[in-house]
């Protein structure tokens, strides 16, 4: 650590070591905020199934749809980071300790998603006063996140700002109030980053609609088969990745 930073004084990465007790405690709370704000960068990059049903809702199924989607999945990433860096064992441990059968209930609300997604009769943004429809995307989004272990760039889970390990371990000089600013700015940062994804998909969206011309209709329904494709065969590449790991066990 020290031969590290020795030359490289940044005061983030200064807060974050245990060399970090001299300065304030308001300063450590900061940088801890700023810290988690920043980590959230590398949840809300859509590499898995469950931000491909994001984008599918936001692209096909309308705005409010693809906001209520991606609520789900901050709220279920937000949830399981503060479970474990508050060390609540009951919870995670138990949960984890069903596998495979949360894996197969992973599987299983994809297949019933991608199966109900292609018996849509008609394609068309959700309304405000769709409340059960909304309440069933946002707990099928939170119920996939804490399922959902596969992602087309796992390494990025190892990717933090700090010198800790991962982003779901902090340095033994944290306490109560920094792990808490770190969760609240992470829980801020996914926000956030979700909503720059929101934005810049949707310019795509519409820069892509009028360059090519193609009735809006069409479009949905091509983007419609194209998303449930991508999601139906990663799926299924993802668990000939656990089949393979569970032979070499």
Known sequence: EHFIY??????????????????????????????????????????SVTHFFALRRLFVQGLLAGIVSTAGVVLGQSLFLCLTI??????????????????????????????SMANEKRLRPIDSSETNVLITIFVSSFLLTWTEQGGFAQY??????????????????????????YAVGFFLGNVFFSGLLIAFVLYLRNLFFMISGVPFSILLKKLNS????????????FINQIVDEYIRQ
Do not use: M
Request: contains cysteine.
């Open 6 to 47: 020795q030359d490289f004084n940044v005061p983030l990465f200064e807060s974050i070591s245990e060399a970090s007790a001299s300065i304030s405690q308001n300063s450590q709370i900061f940088h801890f905020l700023v810290l988690g704000f920043l980590n959230s960068l590398f949840c809300a990059l859509p590499f």
């Open 86 to 115: 508050f060390g609540v064992r009951s919870l995670i441990i138990p949960w984890f300790s069903f596998q495979p059968f949360n894996f197969i209930l992973g599987i299983t609300l994809v297949f019933l998603s991608v199966y």
């Open 156 to 181: 990025l889970s190892t990717l933090n700002f700090s010198n800790s390990p991962s982003l779901l371990e902090l340095p033994l000089v944290a306490g109560f109030s920094h792990h808490l600013s």
């Open 226 to 237: 194209f998303f449930l494709i991508a999601i139906f065969l990663f799926k299924i590449w």
